[in-house]
């Protein structure tokens, strides 16, 4: 598979506190890579990285299957982003701010038109950005971030500060990119139901190392649902059920059934009337994504 | 490195520096119209005389610190809102852009020198000197005068990128340029003390047969060695420092 950005054994530490150890991300061309954890997990820390904004302690980046140290510009020009907060110079006006870029960059002067429009921002562009609103000036990074058309685009936290209806603009816009202008996409979030929304690919982080990286679909296939029995006696019943061989738990008085077809729910449940007990109720659990990543996050810690 | 220049020099041209530049050239004309240069005509040409009364308030004070000044001003906007992580992550080396700072900086103290010259001819003319305009006073005060600034640019370039306040760079020129009133009246520390260099290099000496007022060896040494020390100090941190 051709990865756009590959990195070997990662690390970065801070003092004694290891930001980033030992990650290994993989990001397919065309994908959305949703980057994923919570707050302090070494998320900016790794973007910067991979922008060239600070020096790994070890470690390798590939960016277009070029080593980012030897070959940094080439790999910059083809690069998009948008870091943490959003960067601009207060004391310039929006077209002004991207102006300022755009003679670095050497694109045509009218596609900084063009994505101002993209990002609705066109209204707005003769105002100096000190009194832009903070979803205005998130807009105005992405604007940025689009100037040189990029291959690959970085986005960290793009939806920081916008309104419902600026979020649901902004994932529309990036999920359009890959088809649209076969783009690769990396962002990152906190929010986990943000990159269910967006993201093909998924890569967990916490504390600093990774720990989940796969599709998706991947992903979801861990949200597989349980079913619960309430049932009188439950005690009794749950060892009923492993006395005819089928894997139950028991928590608090319910029954669960991990994983099971129709045809075997029914089968449990058949089996618990004959003997004899009482079933009251039969639920579906779904765990939700969230779920997971909690629970993929605290055993991390605990472990 | 032009882009990069262009670029440096359109995100400063929207933040109101034009007054900061007419500070100093106007200190030289106040100061040339108010001496009291006719008493002593006849010993010299009247325009040294002239020239000596200006540079004191200009070359020992106003123009170490503008250096410092100006050299706050083209980081401020980086420090302000993540502007350094905004040129940074483009296609730039950290070299050029800590070079294209630099020389931003230093076209900007020729202009302010050559607003001075201005300043020079137009006190003289507003005194009636008559004596001709010495042409020595051009090249040897004026670029004299800027070339003295190069370290002294260097390191405040170095103390502006380092410090995200403005007072701290500020501070440092003061407590540096304050010292130079008294170095430069003690032959030993006024030759190798960088902040008396301005008004070394700007004073009007005897002829000494060198290109500028100052001995070609305390040139290349002193201000040439600090300089590069300077420089490469600021260059150096500037490669490290992580935004």
Request: proline fraction near 5%.
């Amino acid at each position: 598979m051709e990865y756009i950005v590959r990195t070997e054994n990662l690390s970065k530490h801070f003092g004694k506190e290891k930001a980033v150890s030992g990650l290994e991300m993989k990001i397919p061309k065309g994908e959305i890579y949703g980057f994923l954890g919570p707050n302090g997990a070494g998320k900016t820390t790794t973007i910067r990285m991979l922008l060239g904004l600070m020096k790994p302690d070890s470690g390798r980046i590939e960016i277009f299957q070029k080593d980012l140290k030897k070959e940094r510009l080439n790999i910059l020009g083809r690069v998009g982003s948008l870091v943490e907060s959003p960067s601009y110079y207060p004391h310039l006006t929006a077209k002004e701010n991207l102006e300022a870029m755009r003679k670095i960059l050497g694109v045509p002067k009218q596609r900084i038109a063009e994505v101002l429009e993209i990002v609705r921002l066109t209204d707005a562009c003769d105002k100096k950005v000190k009194g832009f609103s903070l979803g205005m000036k998130q807009r105005l990074g992405i604007a940025a971030s689009l100037l040189n058309n990029p291959e690959l685009l970085i986005l960290d936290e793009p939806t920081n500060g916008l309104d419902p209806s600026g979020i649901i603009e902004i994932r529309n816009l990036i999920k359009s990119l890959p088809s649209e202008c076969g783009m690769t996409v990396l962002i990152s979030s906190h929010l986990l139901s943000e990159i269910d929304q967006m993201a093909t690919t998924v890569g967990i982080v916490t504390k600093g190392k990774m720990i989940f990286q796969d599709s998706i679909e991947a992903m979801r296939m861990f949200s597989q649902q349980s079913v619960l029995l309430k049932v009188s006696e439950s005690d009794k019943a749950w060892r009923s059920l492993l006395g005819r061989g089928m894997k139950a738990g028991l928590d608090s008085g319910i029954i669960s059934l991990p994983q099971q077809s129709d045809e075997q729910v029914a089968e449990a449940v058949r089996g618990l009337v004959a003997d004899g007990f009482s079933v009251y109720r039969v639920e579906e659990e779904k765990r939700s994504l969230e779920d997971i990543f909690l629970q993929m996050t605290r055993e991390e810690q605990a472990g | 490195m032009l882009s990069i220049l262009k670029s440096e020099w359109f995100k400063l041209r929207k933040s109101k520096i034009f007054g900061i530049l007419l500070v100093g050239p106007l200190i030289g004309l106040g100061a040339g119209i108010g001496a009291d240069a006719v008493e002593t005509a006849g010993a010299m040409n009247e325009w040294y005389m002239l020239l000596i009364y200006m540079n004191l308030p200009y070359s020992v004070l106003f123009l170490p610190l503008v250096t410092g000044v100006l050299a706050s001003l083209v980081c401020r906007y980086e420090h302000q809102s993540g502007g350094w992580k905004q040129v940074l992550a483009l296609p730039v080396t950290r070299g050029k852009v800590f070079a294209a700072k630099y020389v931003l900086i230093l076209l900007l103290v020729l202009f302010i020198q050559l607003l001075y010259l201005a300043a020079i001819f137009g006190a003289g003319l507003y005194k009636g000197v008559a004596d001709p305009f010495p042409a020595a006073i051009i090249w040897k005060s004026i670029l004299g005068g800027w070339v003295a600034t190069f370290p002294l640019v260097a390191l405040q370039l170095w103390m502006s990128v380092w410090f995200k306040s403005f007072a701290a760079p500020f501070a440092v020129n003061v407590v540096f340029t304050l010292p130079s009133i008294l170095a430069m009246n003690s032959e030993k520390v006024g030759p190798y003390y960088p902040w008396a260099q301005p008004f070394a290099m700007m004073y009007p000496a005897t002829d000494t047969g060198d290109i500028f007022f100052i001995p070609w060896e305390q040139l290349l040494t002193v201000i040439g060695g600090f300089f590069l020390l300077f420089y490469l100090g600021g260059y150096f941190y500037f490669q490290r420092k992580a935004v």
